[in-house]
């Protein structure tokens, strides 16, 4: 799991990154898969796209992880959404920037 992840900073040993409440629940139901409910299979595709990036991917090389994580995605990858407010956001700020940018040095 991820909170088995202890960094090393400047020669001393750190504290481990603790994941987020969903990184958990997604961690704990990958590590029964294909083995889960329905109803938790369900719950594994809505919250695993809010997932953040950096749990990803220490998921993803976790190696207890990685091949279940893989199965999930292979199995079920087509029915995860993407949020669609984090792609407008991700979308409609930096277009705010270069607009305002733009009339800044028009004006």
Do not use: C
């Amino acid at each position: 799991m991820t909170t088995d992840y202890f960094p090393v900073a400047q020669g001393k040993l750190t504290t481990p990154r603790q994941p987020s409440r969903l990184a958990a629940r997604a961690e704990a139901l990958l590590m029964r898969y294909p083995r889960i409910s329905e109803q938790e299979l369900a719950n594994l595709i809505d919250i695993f796209p809010y997932v953040s990036m950096l749990d990803r991917g220490l998921i993803a090389a976790d190696a207890r992880l990685s091949e279940k994580l893989a199965a999930f995605h292979r199995d079920h990858g087509d029915r995860m959404k993407a949020p669609e407010a984090a792609l407008i956001a991700l979308v409609a700020f930096p277009l705010i920037m270069a607009a305002g940018l733009l009339w800044w040095l028009l004006a």
